[in-house]
């Protein structure tokens, strides 16, 4: 069994930064890929950016990059997404989630079998 555990959402205000962090433990492949999707309210869940542990090679969708860094932490599967520049339309509730393999394998959230509970973001305008 595999617990993902998200927290550092909370309210900011356009423009501010924003960090958030993930932690996955238990009977986890030793060096997944691990991301963060969002769901904004009366939208589907989306893809928001990954990260390789074995390569550290990171992805993100077009609407973040510039503005948010995925990166992982010191203790081994721990991530962190630091988001810089907010704009209201980041606002979501912001999932992280663990695929037990060494290579990416897209956006789609069907590769990724462990899921957090969820952290809200918002950002107010």
């Known amino acids: 069994q595999v617990q993902v555990v998200e927290s550092g959402g909370g309210l900011v205000q356009a423009g501010d930064s924003l960090r958030l962090s993930c932690a996955a433990s238990g009977r986890a492949y030793s060096r997944p890929v691990m991301a963060w999707f969002r769901q904004a309210p009366g939208k589907e869940r989306e893809f928001v950016a990954a990260?390789?542990?074995?390569?550290?090679?990171?992805y993100y969708t077009d609407s973040v990059k510039g503005r948010f860094t995925i990166s992982t932490g010191t203790v081994e599967k721990t991530v962190n997404l630091e988001m810089n520049s907010l704009k209201p339309e980041d606002t979501a509730v912001y999932y992280c989630?663990?695929?037990?393999?060494?290579?990416?394998?897209?956006?789609?959230?069907?590769?990724?079998?462990?899921w957090g509970q969820g952290t809200q973001v918002t950002v107010s305008s």
């Open positions: 990260i390789t542990w074995s390569g550290g090679n990171t």
């Open positions: 989630a663990v695929a037990p393999i060494s290579w990416y394998p897209g956006p789609d959230l069907r590769f990724y079998n462990y």
